[in-house]
């Protein structure tokens, strides 16, 4: 699932696709492609490193309702943990 920009100048539509913290940190985890018709209950088990969560907090930030950087890497820290991820070697 992607989220989509529209964006409509002199009735011109140019789209440009916005992807989610999930999305994110699944092409971090390096994740194969899989048809979600097919394939059920995936674990995605992978580890990521706290450089990668921040990275992926900085291109977030923008969007985060946290008011602070800090505040972001928590809530990528809380969907690793949705997702099933560990980070460092640890459970976020």
């Given at each position: 699932k992607v989220m989509v920009k529209l964006t409509v100048i002199?009735?011109?539509a140019s789209v440009e696709f916005v992807p989610s913290?999930?999305?994110l940190i699944m092409k971090a985890l390096d994740e194969p492609y899989r048809d979600r018709k097919v394939e059920k209950d995936v674990v995605h088990d992978g580890n990521l490193t706290?450089?990668?969560?921040?990275?992926?907090?900085?291109?977030?930030?923008?969007?985060?309702?946290a008011l602070t950087?800090?505040?972001?890497v928590c809530e990528i820290l809380g969907t690793c943990f949705s997702i099933g991820c560990t980070v460092n070697n640890e459970h976020p």
């Amino acid at each position: 699932k992607v989220m989509v920009k529209l964006t409509v100048i002199n009735r011109q539509a140019s789209v440009e696709f916005v992807p989610s913290s999930s999305a994110l940190i699944m092409k971090a985890l390096d994740e194969p492609y899989r048809d979600r018709k097919v394939e059920k209950d995936v674990v995605h088990d992978g580890n990521l490193t706290l450089d990668q969560v921040v990275d992926i907090a900085r291109s977030l930030r923008s969007r985060s309702m946290a008011l602070t950087l800090a505040g972001t890497v928590c809530e990528i820290l809380g969907t690793c943990f949705s997702i099933g991820c560990t980070v460092n070697n640890e459970h976020p």
